[in-house]
């Protein structure tokens, strides 16, 4: 079936490094790319979108990048904090009523 | 602002007992209700969503079952937990089009 996801199950990152999770999806049919940063112990936050026809999209110390060429996803952190440490997850949106499907998360781990 | 609340935070249960899971939204009217369980170290599944009151889609077979008997209301139950039951449970709202709200989660551990 259809599916998103990540090459790398862990990532660690020197503080005020910039960082940058990658995420391979299937589905080309999906309307958005999503990316939801999960603290221990509590729900998935939302960060950022990226349309599917679009290539790039900025936000605060974020970008998002995507390549549909190769069906590749990225979210790239500038200047990583400690406050930045978290699984990241990347989920698409496809179909009908609103639903996302997850990919499995890359924990990121910025070392002080 | 948009507030879920879900109880219990978490939950020991022996298997074979029954379970009923609570999520109750604020801040919103006739929203999306999906029902997501997330296993330890894993990504989050879809178990179930509802469009409306009394409306509710399974997305996978499985030993759980769903009710939205209110329209902020959204409740997870089993008739018998197995030992594969236990996660993370996790109510989402549809903020917008393409954003999904999480509530803080209940932590199920079955015995």
């Known amino acids: 079936g259809e599916s998103v996801g990540l090459h790398l199950p862990t990532l660690s990152v020197q503080e005020g490094d910039n960082s940058i999770i990658n995420c391979a999806y299937s589905?080309?049919?999906?309307?958005?790319f999503i990316w939801y940063k999960q603290e221990s112990g509590k729900g998935p936050q939302f960060i950022i979108d990226?349309?599917?026809?679009?290539d790039k999209r900025q936000g605060q110390r974020v970008t998002v990048l995507l390549n549909k060429t190769v069906k590749h996803l990225s979210l790239q952190i500038a200047a990583t904090q400690p406050g930045d440490s978290a699984v990241y997850f990347c989920?698409?949106?496809?179909?009908?009523?609103?639903?996302?499907?997850f990919g499995t998360g890359t924990k990121l781990q910025v070392i002080p | 602002s948009q507030t879920i609340h879900q109880w219990p935070a978490t939950l020991v249960q022996p298997v074979g007992s029954p379970l009923s899971l609570e999520c109750t939204v604020e801040?919103?009217?006739?929203?999306?209700l999906y029902w997501y369980r997330q296993a330890a170290g894993r990504g989050l599944q879809l178990l179930f969503y509802?469009?409306?009151?009394?409306?509710i889609s399974s997305e996978v077979p499985q030993n759980l079952s769903a009710s939205r008997p209110q329209d902020r209301q959204f409740i997870l139950s089993s008739k018998k937990l197995l030992l594969s039951d236990s996660g993370f449970y996790l109510c989402?709202?549809?903020?917008?089009?393409?954003?999904?709200?999480f509530g803080p989660g209940t932590r199920l551990t079955v015995l």
């Open positions: 989920a698409d949106l496809s179909g009908g009523y609103q639903k996302v499907t």
């Open positions: 589905n080309s049919a999906s309307d958005y």
């Open positions: 990226i349309r599917s026809n679009m």
């Open positions: 801040g919103t009217s006739n929203p999306n």
């Open positions: 509802s469009v409306g009151i009394g409306q």
């Open positions: 989402a709202l549809n903020r917008a089009y393409n954003e999904q709200f």
